[in-house]
């Protein structure tokens, strides 16, 4: 079983939890040339994180920089021609259905239909206080936007939707995405997002659990899925370990996986032995050069092992 391999763009998002030195004196140029390398190595797509505004008591673990998703995806959509461009994740929940089909759809119809749209529910309190969104109710709302997306982001140019938070028909958008179905894959691992990515996802996008965890969250995944006779395809994601092709000679961290392009391979074999579709891969890089290098030398030489 071969296995589709992503990467979610530094820079965009610099979290402590992940963002590299370098990436904080980083900006555009370097982001179209990481997209360019994704494109030229083979990578499904390339992703891009959504916040809105970060309240000051997070701001020191999260940082403040958070790129736009649409701009973002749109400006590399315009650099790249095959890699997928992926909202991981959109907070659709923020603003209306039809605000978020009006970006998405246009991003879709300008890249020649690369779209895909991840969706979640949202951590941050301050940030649906500030936009006015529920945030104690987020995933029944998010729920329903994703039933909403479905319509406002289908073949009809007046979609049609009657919710309990969202009502509307006889308002028409174009112009209409490129592709019939955008795919929507959604985001989390509590048991709400794993339900609601088995009831109402084209793909799942787990986030970073060990590998442990995994095979009993897709059996459920799969249990619900089939109980509710969903027989659709579902694209099941991972996020895999901090990856590092070669022998390091600096300190990349405990939890990185480095060595030969053959025992990574032999690693990450795992992930589609447990029934993953697609894996996000991040390297551990001193530089955008390196990072560059890494993603070639794991499209070279790790990935056709997989």
Do not use: N
Not at 67 to 93: E, K, M, N, Q
Not at 242 to 267: C, F, I, K, N, Q
Not at 275 to 294: A, K, M, P
Request: glycine letters at 10%; charged letters at 20%; a neutral charge.
């Amino acid at each position: 079983m071969s296995v589709a391999y992503g990467i979610q763009l530094p820079v965009q998002s610099q979290s402590t939890l992940y963002a590299e030195g370098w990436e904080a004196g980083a900006g555009a140029g370097d982001l179209v040339e990481i997209a360019r390398a994704a494109d030229r190595a083979g990578f499904a797509y390339v992703a891009c994180c959504d916040h809105v505004a970060v309240p000051r008591r997070l701001a020191a673990a999260m940082g403040t920089v958070w790129y736009d998703p649409v701009a973002t995806l749109a400006h590399l959509a315009a650099v790249t021609t095959r890699t997928r461009l992926l909202s991981h994740v959109a907070i659709v929940g923020l603003r209306h259905p039809l605000l978020t089909a009006k970006q998405y759809a246009t991003l879709d119809h300008l890249s020649g239909g690369r779209l895909i749209l991840g969706v979640g529910a949202g951590h941050v309190a301050e940030e649906f206080a500030v936009l006015g969104a529920d945030f104690r109710r987020r995933g029944a709302v998010l729920d329903e936007c994703v039933d909403a997306l479905r319509a406002a982001l289908g073949p009809e140019e007046f979609p049609v939707h009657h919710g309990k938070v969202y009502d509307f028909e006889g308002l028409g958008q174009r112009p209409r995405p490129a592709q019939e179905r955008v795919p929507v894959w959604i985001g989390g691992s509590s048991p709400a997002a794993v339900r609601r990515a088995a009831l109402k996802g084209d793909g799942w996008l787990p986030q970073g659990d060990p590998r442990d965890r995994l095979p009993g969250l897709i059996a459920g995944l799969r249990r619900t899925r089939a109980a509710a006779g969903v027989e659709a395809p579902l694209t099941v994601g991972a996020i895999t370990e901090p990856l590092y092709v070669g022998r390091p000679a600096w300190d990349v961290g405990r939890r990185t996986l480095s060595g030969s392009p053959e025992a990574l391979a032999e690693s990450l074999r795992a992930y589609p032995a447990m029934g993953v579709d697609q894996i996000q891969v991040r390297f551990r890089c001193r530089s955008r050069t390196e990072l560059t290098d890494q993603m070639a030398a794991f499209a070279a030489d790790v990935a056709p092992d997989l």
